[in-house]
């Protein structure tokens, strides 16, 4: 059985461009999560989505958004990139709502900004 | 208060020894509990999962719930040097859909 996949592994983009990270969760997963980790913040929780709608978002700014598509499948888009952004962004998938059932990770993207 | 709190680390223990991992919460409706590990450079991975008070075993590892004190624990017993990663405590959200997770405990198994 596939894990959670994300692409791609590894960006280099420069402030004030834009990016979009994809995350194909497992087979028949409806949820996905996404996650900012930084060593200094740790997991920083950044959105929800099940069944297409985003249920709940973290405190970040306006230019970090996502969506998910009607196989699950999901992306994030940061615009107007920052220094601060350059994170390693992680999403889960969990068979039903996050936090009720076991979430599983891809292995992220580590996006560098310069 | 945050949400989910963890003993700082880091944590070292010799090779075959236990080591023990704290994690309370403050969510009271949290009903759910994870633990992931994670190594350096890579994605969390779940280990363990336990959803009622007591312990639950997984070969070398027990996590430990007790809802009524809102705190979890998880027992790393006969470490291994591969065992020395983070790990990190997720109580499962009781009015949202966050998973909330500590800042992580890292383990060092010394051979």
């Known amino acids: 059985k596939a894990g959670v996949t994300q692409t791609p592994r590894y960006l280099i983009k420069t402030r004030g461009q834009q990016v979009t990270l994809s995350c194909s969760p497992i087979?028949?997963?409806?949820?996905v999560s996404w996650y900012q980790q930084t060593p200094g913040q740790g997991l920083q929780f950044l959105f929800e989505?099940?069944?297409?709608?985003?249920?709940n978002k973290g405190n970040f700014p306006g230019r970090f958004s996502g969506r998910q598509f009607s196989n699950s499948r999901s992306e994030m888009n940061v615009s107007t990139l920052e220094l601060g952004d350059s994170a390693l962004y992680l999403c889960?998938?969990?068979?039903?709502?996050?936090?009720?059932?076991?979430?599983?990770f891809g292995q992220g993207t580590r996006l560098t900004v310069v | 208060q945050k949400e989910v709190e963890q003993n700082s680390g880091p944590l070292s223990v010799p090779e075959g020894a236990i080591a023990s991992l704290n994690c309370t919460y403050s969510?009271?409706?949290?009903?759910?509990f994870f633990w992931y590990r994670q190594y350096s450079g890579k994605s969390p991975e779940l280990i363990m999962s336990i959803y009622s008070n007591g312990d639950k075993e997984d070969g070398r590892f027990t996590a430990q719930l007790n809802k009524a004190s809102q705190y979890v624990s998880l027992l790393i017993r006969d470490s291994q040097p591969s065992d020395s990663a983070t790990y990190l405590c997720?109580?499962?959200?009781?009015?949202?859909?966050?998973?909330?997770f500590g800042a992580g405990t890292t383990v060092t198994v010394r051979a």
């Open positions: 889960a998938s969990s068979l039903g709502p996050s936090g009720v059932t076991e979430a599983f």
């Open positions: 989505y099940f069944s297409e709608t985003q249920r």
């Open positions: 087979s028949g997963h409806r949820s």
């Open positions: 969510d009271r409706g949290s009903q759910s």
């Open positions: 997720a109580p499962s959200p009781s009015n949202d859909y966050k998973l909330s």
